[in-house]
């Protein structure tokens, strides 16, 4: 598990974002409903790098198999 923020899915949420504003502001069609399941995922994603952060900071992260297996696998060159 990487620690940084994953910009290309802010990205691609953000660019959902503007697309559903523009589709709200040309059309008849309200697509408010699909802008806030957008912004939910941009915070999720978000909220998800602060508490890795927060966990990697206070020595909480690699505490168990999964999360050392993840954090070795996303380093090593060897894995797919």
Not at 19 to 44: E, I, K, P
Not at 74 to 80: A, H, I, L, R
């Amino acid at each position: 598990m990487r620690s940084e923020l994953n910009i290309s899915s802010l990205i691609i949420v953000a660019a959902g974002f503007i697309v559903c504003l523009l589709f709200n502001r040309y059309t008849a069609n309200d697509a408010s409903d699909a802008m806030y399941v957008l912004l939910a995922l941009g915070l999720l994603i978000v909220l998800r790098h602060i508490v890795t952060q927060y966990r990697i900071r206070k020595g909480y992260f690699g505490n168990n198999e999964y999360e050392v297996r993840s954090f070795i696998e996303s380093n090593s060159g060897d894995s797919k």
